[in-house]
């Protein structure tokens, strides 16, 4: 069965500081694995996706398979980047399946 | 890219009644998707609305208490049935981008509290 871990529900680093949001999945197929954010009062919107290796918002992520992790980094964060971050596995058809979710705080 | 609408965005029900949560999507897609967020928890798949069958759903979740109507490509309705206090959720919809295969884009939510 899937399952997607974040063991942080709550992370803070001062602005400028380097930030890693951690993220494990388990998952027998060959997995597609997304990090959606959610700023305060917001909706849920996608940040970056495995496939795409793509940097956003300075935010990178690479997919290790040998340790099944997804993890999200960013070299300094900004008071902005202070939001819910979730990531999520997609699995068959369009099915998408979420960690609980990891708070972070930047502090100014 | 698809853009979500979804109402009502919030709502204060009775215990066992019943509300009906719609979702528009600005574009045409073959999958919607309902999710439901209790208090303080992630995300859960209910079910996966596609047009012009019965929607699929997830274990844990069964259509005489949350039935979907898909009647065609950009609109679907999630109902949440003889409520109680533990369907005190935010609901929401989801679509991918454009086509298939593209991520999923989500609508605002449904803030539920039943009392």
């Known amino acids: 069965a899937q399952r997607v871990t974040q063991p942080e529900k709550l992370l803070s680093v001062f602005k400028g500081a380097p930030v890693e949001l951690k993220c494990n999945y388990s998952?027998?197929?060959?997995?597609?694995l997304f990090w959606y954010v959610q700023y305060s009062r917001q909706r849920l919107q996608l940040l970056l996706r495995?496939?795409s290796r793509e940097s956003i918002k300075g935010f990178t992520a690479d997919l290790n398979k040998g340790e099944t992790s997804f993890h999200l980094k960013k070299p300094f964060a900004q008071e902005e980047d202070s939001a819910m971050y979730y990531c999520?596995?997609?699995?068959?058809?369009?099915?998408?399946?979420f960690g609980t979710g990891t708070r972070l705080t930047v502090i100014p | 890219s698809a853009v979500i609408s979804q109402k009502p965005s919030r709502d204060i029900c009775q215990r066992g009644t019943s509300l009906t949560i719609q979702c528009q999507v600005d574009?045409?897609?073959?999958?919607m998707f309902w999710y439901r967020q209790q208090p303080g928890q992630s995300l859960t798949l209910i079910a996966t609305?596609?047009?012009?069958?019965?929607?699929?759903?997830e274990s844990g979740f069964v259509i005489d208490k949350f039935p979907i109507s898909r009647p065609n490509l950009t609109f679907s309705t999630l109902t949440v049935s003889n409520m109680s206090p533990e369907d005190s959720s935010i609901y929401l919809c989801?679509?991918?981008?454009?086509?298939?295969?593209?991520?999923?884009?989500f609508g605002d939510g449904t803030r539920l509290s039943i009392l």
């Open positions: 998952y027998s197929g060959s997995p597609e």
């Open positions: 999520a596995l997609r699995a068959g058809a369009n099915n998408l399946f």
């Open positions: 989801s679509a991918p981008r454009d086509t298939e295969g593209q991520p999923q884009h």
């Open positions: 495995h496939i």
């Open positions: 574009s045409q897609v073959t999958m």
């Open positions: 609305a596609n047009q012009g069958s019965e929607a699929t759903y």
